[in-house]
């Protein structure tokens, strides 16, 4: 059974750095693009970028490019996004995503749980 | 201001069929790119419900199906159930903007 399980919820304070995780398992990690979506509170969903872990490449929508870092441990089938400074406005629910195929406009076929980060002083 | 363009809210009955629409451009869904369409209940993460404009994942009711015509992507639900008020979301890729996955604003779909 193929899941994403991601690290828990975050309080971090303006300024701060933060770096939140993905876990894939029951299926092979390394030959999937496996990304993350935000969702700002009640709000709908936004493409932030995603990774290929065999090889590390990754895609950035502009909307986020420079504003996040995604990476990728594929000796531990995971995936991380990180923020070296966060800001109110980057309060949200993170989801990471499985990318169904290796071809951009494929769908994304299984959702973590979601990480809920809180930004504020 | 999303990419692709959803109506913000539909409703039905028990039993009756409803629509939802998703209109985008000459570079996403007009230039070919496949539309995916997602759940998401109360509380919960997104999941896959119609992919590649109209193919089910196992375990996805066929009262549900998609369709795609020109611009234009649509997403049927048939025998309207409580269980199915939820937001919908289409999603595509977008050629135009660095080549990003664009997702619609999202459609409130409320069972009366």
């Known amino acids: 059974e193929v899941q994403l399980v991601q690290s828990g919820a975050e309080v971090k304070k303006p300024g701060e750095s933060l770096k939140i995780s993905c876990k894939g398992s029951?299926?092979?990690?390394?030959?999937?693009?496996i990304g993350w979506v935000r969702q700002m509170p009640g709000k709908g969903l936004e493409w932030m970028g995603n990774?290929?872990?065999?090889?590390?490449?990754?895609k950035y929508s502009p909307s986020f490019q420079g504003q996040v870092t995604i990476s990728a441990d594929k000796s531990i089938n995971t995936a991380y996004l990180q923020w070296t400074s966060l800001k109110a406005s980057d309060t949200a629910i993170y989801y990471c995503?499985?990318?169904?195929?290796?071809?951009?406009?494929?769908?994304?076929?299984?959702w973590g749980q979601g990480t809920l980060v809180t930004v504020s002083s | 201001q999303s990419v692709l363009t959803q109506p913000p809210s539909v409703s039905g009955a028990p039993g009756q069929r409803v629509t939802i629409s998703c209109t985008g451009s000459?570079?996403?869904?007009?230039?070919?790119?496949?539309v995916h369409w997602y759940q998401q209940l109360p509380g919960s993460a997104p999941k896959l419900l119609i992919y590649?404009?109209?193919n089910r994942p196992s375990g996805v009711p066929d009262r549900f199906s998609g369709s795609k015509s020109g611009i234009s992507a649509s997403l049927a639900i048939t025998g309207l159930q409580a269980e199915d008020e939820a937001d919908y979301y289409c999603?595509?890729?977008?050629?135009?903007?660095?080549?990003?996955?664009?997702f619609g604003g999202g459609t409130k779909l409320t069972v009366l």
């Open positions: 995503v499985r990318s169904q195929s290796y071809f951009d406009w494929s769908s994304f076929d299984y």
């Open positions: 029951g299926y092979t990690f390394n030959t999937y693009w």
């Open positions: 990774i290929f872990p065999r090889d590390s490449a990754t």
């Open positions: 000459s570079s996403n869904i007009g230039a070919h790119y496949d």
């Open positions: 590649a404009n109209t």
């Open positions: 999603q595509s890729y977008d050629s135009s903007l660095s080549g990003s996955r664009v």
